[in-house]
C-alpha cells in the first residue's frame, strides 16, 4: 500500500516529481499524482454515468411505449397476440436468479476465492443465455402467428375490412399454395384426423366464398375467424383457426391493434436483449480471467450493468405481459 | 476539484464524502507513511471500497432480497389470475403492478447494486438521471391525450376501432359453438 513511488510531494509538487523520477525511476518517466473528484474508482463511476445515460434511454422508450398503449384506439389483449403470461413471468424469475449469482461472484472475487467466483459467473451466463432462448423462443411464435414488426412480413391486418379480404384472395391465389391446396384435396379423408378432416371443409367453403366473385355477401370476420381467431383468455395464446391446422396456409389474420403492438413490443424487448446479448459477452470475457481480489472491480461494474438489464426487464414484465 | 490536487492533506479533503467506515482506514493508513498522500487515495480507491463493503451484504442479505423478488414477481402474476378481485378494473391492477415494480427496483438498486452502503456521491449521479427520466416522461403525457384528436385520412382509414374488436368477438362466438360442434 505505501509504494513510495507514489508518494506525494511535501512542496513544490514539480521539482519534487523531477526529483522523484531521479531518485527512484521505477516506470522510467514521471509519477503524476491522480485524486479522484469522488471517491470511487473510475471505472465504477463511468459505469454509473454509462447507467444515467441508460435509464433516461429506457425511459424515452418505456414513455413512448406509455402514449402509444393508452393514445391507441384499440390495443390487442396479451392473450390476443400469443403472448404467454407465464412464460413472460419464468424469464423474470431467470433474471432475477442471475442478478443473485453475479452478486455471489462478485463476494466470492473479493473473499479471493476465484474458482467459486468463476462458478458463479459460468451459471450467470448461463442463465443469461437461458433468458435469450425463452425470449428467441416467444419470438419465434410470434413469427408464426403471422406477427413481425415490418410491414412486408407481417400478416396481421388491423380490421376485417375489404383490404383484408383482397389479401387472403391474394394468398389463395398465389401457384404454389394452389397446388398445396390441391394436393390436401386429393387427401383421402382416412389419412387426415378429424380435426384436419373438418378444417379441410371450412377451408374449402372459405375458398369458394372468397375467390368466386358474384357469391352472395359473406362477412368478412367470419373469415378471419377462421383462420386465426382471437385466443381467449387463458389458452396461452394458442387459437385453433386453419393457420394453426395447415401451417404452410399463411393466410393473413386480423388483429385490431395488432401491428402497433408487435412495433412497441419487438422495439422494447429487442433493446433489452441486445443489452442481454452485450452483458453475456462481457461475462464470456471474463470468464477468461483469473476472478480473484484483483479483478472484484471488473466484476462489479459488470454485475452494476447486468443490474440494469434486470431493473429494466423488471418493468418491461408487467407493461407488456400483464397490462 | 483542481486545488485539491495540489493539496498535501487529502485525506482532510476526502473526509466528509466518504463514510465512516473508510475514513478511519484513511486516518489509520496516513500515520504509517506521513508522505504518503496517494496511497491513502489508494486505499479509498480500491481497498477501502473493498474492505467497507464486505461487511455489509453477505449471502443471508442477497437471499433475503432473491426470496422478496421472488414473492413481489408472484404478487404481480397474481392479477393475471382468476382470483385477482379487481378484473373488471384494470386500472387497480396496473397500479399495484407499478408499485410492485418500483418496490422490485428499489431493492435490487438499494442491495444488489450496492447502493444503500455507498458514500454521498450515489446522489450526484441518479438523482439527476432520476430528474432527467421522469422529465422525459412527464414531457410524452400531453401526447396521450392529444394523439388521436387529430390523424390523418389515410390513417383514419386503416385504424381499427372498439367495434372491430366486438365483431371479431361475435365472429368467434359463432365460430366457437362451430368448431366445439365438430369436435364432439
Known sequence: MSAPALSLPHGDGHDHAHGHEDGHGHHGHVTLQYQPGLPLSRGKLIMWLFLSTEIMFFAALLGSYVVLRFGSPVWPLPHHVHLSEPIGAFNTFVLICSSVTIVLALEAARADKAPQAKLWMLLTLLLGTLFLGVKAYEYSAKFSHGIYPWSPRSRVFEKPDLYYGSAVRARLGEPAIIDKLKELDDTPADELTAEHVAARGRLQQIRKLVTNPDQQPFDLAVIADQVMPLPSAGSHGHSSGLNDAFPWLRLPAVIPGGNMWASTYFLLTGFHAIHVGVGLLVFAILLGYRLDHARAGMIENAGLYWHFVDLVWIFLFPLLYLF | M?????????????????????????????????????????????????????????????????????????????????????????????????????????????????????????????????????????????????????????????MPRQSDVRLMERAAEAGNAERGGEAH
Not at chain 2, 9 to 30: C, F, I, L, N, Y
Open chain 2, 2 to 158: 483542481s486545488d485539491h490536487s495540489h493539496s498535501t492533506q487529502p485525506p482532510a479533503t476526502h473526509a466528509p464524502v466518504t463514510r465512516p467506515g473508510e475514513t478511519t482506514e484513511v486516518h489509520g493508513t496516513v500515520p504509517h507513511a506521513h508522505a504518503a498522500a496517494a496511497p491513502a487515495a489508494h486505499a479509498a480507491g480500491h481497498g477501502g471500497d473493498h474492505g467497507g463493503e464486505h461487511a455489509h451484504g453477505g449471502l443471508g442479505t442477497y437471499l433475503m432480497v432473491f426470496l422478496a423478488l421472488c414473492v413481489l414477481t408472484t404478487m404481480s402474476f397474481f392479477t393475471y389470475s382468476s382470483a385477482w378481485p379487481w378484473r373488471d378494473q384494470p386500472q387497480v391492477g396496473w397500479a399495484f403492478m407499478m408499485a410492485v415494480s418500483c418496490t422490485k427496483a428499489m431493492l435490487v438498486v438499494l442491495f444488489f447494486m450496492h447502493v444503500l452502503w455507498e458514500a454521498n456521491w450515489k446522489y450526484v449521479l441518479t438523482i439527476p438521471a432520476a430528474m432527467m427520466a421522469v422529465f422525459l416522461a412527464l414531457m410524452l403525457v400531453p401526447d396521450v391525450g392529444m394523439r388521436t384528436r387529430m390523424v390523418a385520412q389515410e390513417r383514419a382509414l386503416y
